[in-house]
């Protein structure tokens, strides 16, 4: 047995490795933009979804700030050649089908009863509802809603939670979307020929667990690697340890906080990291989901305001996140007024220790340039800023944008 391996690393190297491990900012490679797009989803693991669309949904913003070749066909495209999937992560998100048996894990539990579902079980619909798709193929929810409700009991609400149960304990899989809907159909008709569908054994799927978190965070608690995640906590604790005892893993101290990483984890370190440019993040990405592992790391305390109500907002109903010089420094409440090509910039707030106005307001109109082209829109309108200084200066960036 060896010794296990603990380091101590600053808190800028912390978060030097962890943008480096989410890939972000983006980095030269080879292949095509669909490639890409696979790619960055597998190295992830995980691509949340969401239906907010006052700029690109959360799941297309995501993969941009990876591959800035990335396209929304894409995902349709993936689906269609069954290299990703939807189903439960923290959230709903899109996984990388080379992972789909690790889904198995929640389905058996829901199945056999040892997770509880979300909605009381109706036996009754759901057996109808898989007899209907198996005989017509893929149905929407809509679909079942012609049904005559009132001697049936087959209002919406009771089929949509069928649905649910269905794809959630792995009967049913979503084959496609159409307009944002989702359509469903038999997992056997929906799975590639040869997946392998075999249940992991628990020890499996704590080691997949935390190897898929720390490839693609770089360092991880172990209730960062368990997050929302029921019935595991123990054996991920007792796997970290082992591989920890066995040269798999390191400990890396950041202050005062111990961490682990993979063992070859310093490594990564050695690569440059682009701190000029501006990433404009997500509320839902990758890197920010763990709201608590953000103020550790990065000082930075975010909330999503759309949640709050407006009177109590600070920020915005849609504050983005932006990323500098290695750090986040500042919130940009945005709206995409497609049918107008008027991008808004409702509110951006700098924090406290971003002084250098000119030369982040240079590094942001470049991105923003890029951002608005992505969210279809060719104009912009800057409504106000704190400090109410930088509004001048990103306006006066803005314009010599466009004047090179």
């Not at 089908?97 to 539990?109: A, I």
Request: charge should be positive.
């Amino acid at each position: 047995m060896m010794s296990p391996i603990t380091e101590t690393i600053s808190k800028t190297q912390a978060r030097k490795l962890v943008l480096l491990s989410q890939q972000i900012p983006t980095s030269k490679s080879n292949g095509t933009a669909l490639n890409k797009t696979l790619s960055a989803i597998e190295h992830l693991g995980y691509i949340q979804i969401d239906t907010i669309s006052v700029i690109q949904r959360a799941h297309h913003h995501t993969l941009w700030n990876r591959n800035p070749k990335y396209q929304p066909d894409h995902i349709d495209q993936l689906l269609a050649d069954k290299k990703i999937f939807e189903y439960w992560s923290h959230a709903a998100a899109y996984l990388p089908m080379c992972d789909y048996r690790y889904s198995l894990v929640r389905k058996h539990e829901l199945a056999k009863g040892i997770q509880k579902h979300w909605f009381d079980r109706d036996e009754s619909i759901m057996s109808e509802i898989l007899r209907r798709i198996e005989r017509e193929g893929p149905l929407m929810a809509r679909d079942f809603e012609k049904t005559n409700s009132n001697k049936s009991g087959w209002g919406s609400h009771p089929i949509k939670r069928a649905l649910i149960s269905l794809f959630m304990q792995g009967d049913l899989m979503i084959s496609s979307r159409k307009d944002f809907h989702k359509v469903y159909d038999l997992t056997e008709r929906v799975l590639p020929t040869g997946i392998d569908t075999s249940l992991p054994s628990e020890k499996e799927y704590a080691r997949f667990l935390i190897s898929q978190f720390l490839k693609a965070n770089g360092l991880a608690l172990p209730p960062e690697i368990t997050y929302l995640l029921k019935n595991i906590k123990p054996i991920v604790v007792q796997t970290l340890n082992e591989m920890l005892e066995n040269g798999e893993l390191m400990k890396l101290n950041v202050g005062k906080t111990s961490y682990y990483a993979m063992a070859d984890s310093l490594e990564l370190l050695k690569k440059p990291l682009s701190r000029s440019k501006v990433k404009i993040l997500s509320p839902f990405d990758n890197l920010l989901i763990q709201r608590k592992r953000m103020q550790a790391l990065f000082d930075f305390d975010y909330q999503l305001e759309c949640y709050v109500p407006a009177a109590k907002r600070q920020y915005g109903y849609f504050s983005l996140p932006v990323l500098w010089d290695g750090k986040l420094l500042a919130r940009m409440d945005c709206k995409a007024e497609r049918k107008e090509d008027l991008f808004h910039i409702l509110n951006i707030v700098l924090e406290d220790g971003l002084k250098k106005y000119e030369a982040f307001a240079s590094a942001l109109a470049k991105e923003l340039s890029a951002f608005m082209r992505f969210n279809d829109c060719k104009h912009i309108k800057i409504h106000q800023s704190t400090p109410a200084i930088f509004k001048q200066e990103l306006e006066k960036s803005m314009e010599m944008g466009t004047q090179r």
